[in-house]
């Protein structure tokens, strides 16, 4: 009896433990966009030259790639520089690392819900991807994006950015 009752709570012990890692989980994974207002605004035919143009003001120029994150530097926001370092290896010359505060940027605010974010302008000052790094428990379980980016920035003929608003993972 008492080897059935030590057997029984180490299976209360392994299920308990199952479902707080199940509910924690859960609440690390976010949407990017949650309420589509990045997917609504991306709908309109100007959305490319305006954000190019708001990123020009803000002296970011042709070649830029582009991490876009807060001033607290979220937990989330750490586990993208494998990420950013892979990419820019990827792109190779004439690119350059840029990092821009959200806080500091209202009207690119008003477009973005959750960072950290990823954009990169090619080396002709067109916008070829707007969104996530990765997706995924803690952007690093999940599925990196660095191939399919580096497809999207270096693709011939210029076919429109790719905005990637429907996506899973560790944001703030």
């Not at 309420?35 to 991306?42: Q, Y």
């Not at 004439?94 to 209202?106: A, C, F, K, M, T």
């Not at 994006?145 to 580096?150: A, F, I, S, T």
Request: hydrophobic fraction near 40%.
């Amino acid at each position: 009896m008492r080897k059935l009752l030590g057997w029984a709570l180490l299976a209360l012990w392994a299920v308990s433990l199952l479902t707080a890692l199940l509910v924690y989980g859960q609440r690390q994974l976010s949407s990017f966009d949650p309420d589509g207002k990045l997917l609504h605004l991306s709908t309109a035919p100007s959305f490319d030259t305006k954000l190019v143009q708001l990123l020009h003001h803000q002296n970011i120029k042709a070649g830029s790639v582009v991490h876009v994150g807060t001033t607290s530097r979220c937990y989330c926001e750490s586990l993208t520089s494998p990420h950013q370092n892979q990419l820019l290896a990827s792109l190779g010359e004439g690119y350059q690392s840029v990092r821009l505060n959200i806080d500091e940027v209202p009207a690119l605010q008003a477009m973005l819900h959750a960072v950290p974010a990823l954009i990169v302008l090619d080396n002709q000052n067109q916008l070829r991807y707007l969104g996530p790094y990765a997706t995924g428990y803690g952007c690093f379980t999940g599925k990196n994006l660095v191939e399919q980016v580096v497809s999207y920035a270096t693709q011939s003929p210029y076919n429109g950015a790719v905005i990637n608003a429907d996506a899973q993972g560790c944001f703030c």
